[in-house]
Structure formats: C-alpha cells, structure tokens
C-alpha cells in the first residue's frame, strides 16, 4: 500500500531548486563587522494527485563569518480537496540552527504571513528554533464569496538562556479568518478577523486581536490599488502582574504598478500592534515599504529597495523594550546581469540605521555585496 502511493506521488513529482551564494564586505562599526560569504539551498516539491497536493521545501544556509554557521528550515504541506469548492490544508513548518540577523544579510526566502518590518538585536547570530504548524480551510461558496479560516501553534525564538536573552522564545496560538467578495470585475471587498496570544520565555505575555474591512481595485491593466482599516486591542502582561489593555488603530495600504514596460513598482503602508519579538512587549508599529525595478526579466537591469519602521509607543520600559520615536530603516541599491536563462550575478551595496540601538549596537551599516543565483529545473 504505502510503496504503491509512493510511487503514484513520485510520478507526478515536480521539484524545482536554486543556489545561491553571497560574498559582501563593509566597515566594522561598534566590534561588528558585516563581512561574510554565505551559500543557500532552496529545494521546493510539489507532486498534485487526484484528491490533494503534496508540496514540501527545504532550504538549509550556511554563512561564513567569525566561523561557520548553519541553519535549515523546511516545511510539509498537503491540500486536500473536499469537494468542488472546498480545500483542506495541513502546513507543519520547521527551523533549527544559527541565523545572520545583520540588517545588511542577504533576505530570505519568503514564508507565509505578514511581513513585519522588526529591528534586529544587538547579537549578530542567534542560535535560533522555530515551529509553524497550522490547518486551514477554504471554501468558495460562489463564483464571488471566498471564506478562508485557519489556526495555527507558533514557536520561535533563541534555544538556549544566552539566545533568548536576544531574541525570547514566543510560544502560543493565531487563528485568523478571512471573508472576500467580488463586487466586480475589479473591485473586490475583504473582511478579515485576526488574534494571537503569545509567550515569552522572559515572563512577558503580548496578546492581539484586530478587525478590517478593506478593498482591492485594479486601476489599470498594470496597476492594482489595496487599502484595509479597523480597530484593534492588545493586551500585554508580565508575570501574574495585572494585565494592561489598550486600543488600537490597524490600517494598510498597497500599490502595486507597471509604470512603463521596463518600470515596476510596488509600495506599501501599514500601522499594527503587535508582540516585539526582542522584548515581549505589546507595540504599535507603523511600517513603510517600497521598490522599484528598471528592466525586464532576463535583461539587465537595476533596482532599488527601501523598508523601514516607526515606533508609535512605548513597552514596559526594560533593557530591548521599544520606545516611542524608535526608527529603523534598510535601503538597497543592485544591479542585475543575467549569465545564461538560469543564472545572474547581482551586485550593489546596503545599508541600515537605527535611531536608538541597543547597547553594543552600530547605530549605522553599510555593505557592498555580490551575489550569484543559479536556478535548477530539477525535475518536471
């Protein structure tokens, strides 16, 4: 039984891959030094059934800097289909190892959830373990009504007393549910329901619940227009102290937009609370995103990045806690030469400030970098 399933999963498999290695160098400022090389494995599978997907990823790092440091994380996924309109999914995701958190390191590959824009602490590598499993369902009652619900059990930060006075060990649930309707050809409306309740290794407890009605319009053929606001609550607490609950704004805004046939841009806006990972406090934090890319795929081309993060109150008042008028910001500036049609070299500089770092932290980095990315189609 299980040999034959194997094997049907094994004919449909799809596994596609792609390496790559980094090499950057800038100013040591503070005792710290943004100089590394680092090599990364991305594996992601998918093999579709009859009834279901299976779909896996696995994507180990090493990075060469005062030593070796390795770090992997992977996940397994299955969708279910239940029927014509209705899907089942089962996502168990998983990290281990030591992670660069240098504000100039190379971003990783994407994972699922929001992107929160989170000052880095004042260790470079932070020995780190992480868990993400979650169940979802989706159903389409209509051409135009979605419903997607989901929960899911977070694990994430340090793996040891000299980690976690870094970066505190979150533990806990999130449960979000989505309601999205088609009003047109263009316009659709969402409704969305979000909560989590998380605790850290330090005493502290951060537990946040937001609501937002939002619209999503496309503008043009090559622009789409995005926009959420609601209320939201925190709830903060440390120790069996009692627990403070306060109000709070939630909103979002996204553009996404083809200028020219070479001129891409995206930006974004975004004002949350949520639980700071490097204290346990319970923060609101406004965030800001934008790139641009001059230059179609496959052609040379040059691109800008920037990403940063304002504070809006302040946490309990501990050693990392945030404070209100905390800055943060990271800026890059690359140019890409394609080789062949699967591979490119990239090259160009980053930088990233901070307002107020932390004590033994450089308030200011900068790094040059180049980078070679090789794609492998490895089966199909």
């Given at each position: 039984m299980?040999?034959g399933?194997i ?6 498999l799809?596994l596609d891959?792609?390496?790559l ?5 800038g100013?040591?400022?503070a005792?710290?030094t943004p ?6 494995l991305?594996l992601?599978g998918?093999a ?5 997907i299976?779909?896996f990823?696995?994507?180990p ?41 240098s ?6 590959p ?5 992107i929160v824009?989170q000052?880095?602490p004042?260790?470079?590598?932070v020995?780190?373990?992480?868990s993400n ?10 051409r ?8 899911a ?10 980690a976690?006075?870094?970066?505190p060990?979150?533990r806990g ?12 050809a ?9 909560g ?16 937002t009605a939002?619209w999503?319009?496309q ?18 607490q440390?120790?069996d102290?009692p627990?403070?609950?306060?109000p709070y ?10 200028a ?13 609370p ?5 204290s346990?406090?319970v ?16 052609r040379?081309s040059?691109?800008a ?17 945030p404070?209100a ?6 800026g890059?500036?690359?140019?890409t030469l ?9 090259a160009g500089v980053?930088?990233?400030?901070l ?17 070679y990315?090789?794609?492998?189609p490895?089966?199909?």
């Open positions: 299980l040999p399933a094997a049907v999963l094994a004919a449909g799809l891959g792609s390496v290695t980094e090499g950057r160098a100013s040591t400022v005792g710290q100089n590394a090389a680092g090599v990364t991305d992601q998918r579709p059934g009859e009834d279901g299976v779909r990823g696995l994507t790092t090493a990075v060469f800097s005062e030593g070796r440091r390795l770090f992997a994380r992977g996940f397994g996924q299955v969708d279910l289909r239940l029927d014509g309109t209705s899907w089942l999914r089962l996502r168990q995701g998983l990290g281990y190892g030591t992670v660069d958190l504000p100039v390191a190379a971003a990783g994407a994972v699922p959830g929001t824009i000052p880095p004042a260790t470079r590598f020995s780190v373990d992480e499993s979650t169940v979802e369902l989706e159903v389409a009652s209509s135009r009504l979605r419903m997607v619900a989901s929960g059990w977070i694990v994430s930060g340090g793996t040891d007393q000299l976690q006075s870094a970066l060990l979150g649930p999130q449960a979000h549910a989505l309601l999205q309707w088609a009003a047109s263009v316009d659709t409306l969402r409704f969305e329901a979000a989590s309740d998380t605790r850290y290794s330090n005493g502290l407890r951060a537990s946040v619940a937001s609501f939002g999503r319009t503008l043009s053929r090559s622009a789409d227009l995005a926009f959420s606001a609601g209320p939201g609550i925190g709830r903060s440390t120790g102290q627990a403070s609950v306060l704004a939630v909103a979002t805004a996204d553009l996404n937009a083809n020219t046939r070479d001129l891409f841009g995206s930006f974004g806006l975004s004002v949350e949520l639980g700071d990972a490097l346990g406090d923060v609101e934090r406004s965030s800001a995103r934008a790139s641009l890319t001059l230059g179609r795929p496959g040379v040059v691109s990045r920037a990403q940063g993060s304002l504070t809006l109150t302040s946490g309990s008042g501990g050693p990392s806690s404070e008028g905390d800055r943060f910001f990271q890059e500036l690359g140019a394609p080789v062949n049609p699967d591979s490119s070299v990239i980053r930088m990233a400030l307002s107020r770092p932390l004590p033994g932290q450089p308030s200011q980095q900068w790094a040059a970098f180049v980078t990315v090789l794609r492998l490895l089966l199909r």
